[in-house]
């Protein structure tokens, strides 16, 4: 057996990290020494010292670890594994979405343009106007492009959309107050606005991957919902 101190270099840990483990009953000594306290570990022990510095490499916390070797059966310690692998896959994802919202940010600060992100999950807030039936009239490079009667081309893949009352989901799209949300792919939100020419309102919203606006004609102010479409 190793006294704590020789043990200690030989996992190249410290006395105190050590003296850690034991009191949370992680890794206990397989010796003390009722007269001198001197706590000794046997030859085994370092290999169960690699695979608790392992589980903390993969981000598992020592009451993690405690639980993992505290388990009975090989079922528990999977439990225990597959949800750090599903905390670390979502953590994963966020991050994701976070770096994607930095780089928008950039590109737009770039454009000389500083608009507020819109979290995908934010409350909805009503807008009376929105709700019905809009078609796909326009792809314009900016609001100013469009004039009511001319020709436009309409260079999405949507004919129509619908906003439902509250903001429920339909065909990929949902929406809030001043902003549209594109649900599918990686979620995104971006903002619309309303104009009325002539009796008639269009809505103007940023295009999301080109940079320039769709332009939509609202059809009709029916409250459609999903069961009757």
């Known amino acids: 057996m190793e006294k704590i101190g020789d043990f200690a270099k030989r996992c190249q840990t410290t006395i105190k990290t050590l003296r850690f483990y034991d009191q949370l009953g ?8 009722t007269f001198t306290g001197y706590r000794y570990y046997g030859p085994d022990r ?21 639980g993992y070797y505290h388990a009975i059966t090989t ?34 600060l770039q454009k000389g343009d500083d608009k507020m992100i ?6 909805f807030e009503n807008d009376e106007r ?11 490079d900016n609001k100013e492009c469009f004039t009511p009667g001319n020709e436009h081309k309409n260079e999405t893949a949507y004919e129509e959309l619908y906003f439902l009352p ?29 104009r009325d020419f002539d009796g008639e309102t269009f809505m103007f919203v940023d295009n999301p991957h080109s940079g320039g606006v769709w332009v939509l004609k609202q059809a009709d102010k029916i409250r459609y919902t999903k069961s009757t479409k």
């Open 75 to 108: 079922e528990e310690r999977n439990r225990i594994i597959e949800e750090k692998q599903w905390s670390l896959t979502k953590l994963a994802e966020d991050t994701a979405r976070q770096l994607k919202k930095l780089e928008s940010i950039k590109r737009n």
């Open 130 to 140: 929105v709700i019905g039936r809009w078609q796909f009239i326009a792809t314009v």
């Open 26 to 33: 992680l890794l206990a000594p397989d010796y003390v020494d």
């Open 118 to 123: 819109v979290d995908i999950n934010a409350p």
């Open 46 to 66: 370092a290999a169960e010292m690699r695979r608790i510095t392992e589980l903390k490499e993969t981000g598992l916390s020592l009451e993690e670890i405690k």
């Open 166 to 194: 509250n903001g429920e989901e339909y065909w990929g799209f949902t929406w809030t107050k001043g902003y549209v949300k594109i649900t599918f792919g990686d979620g995104i939100v971006v903002p619309y606005e309303l």
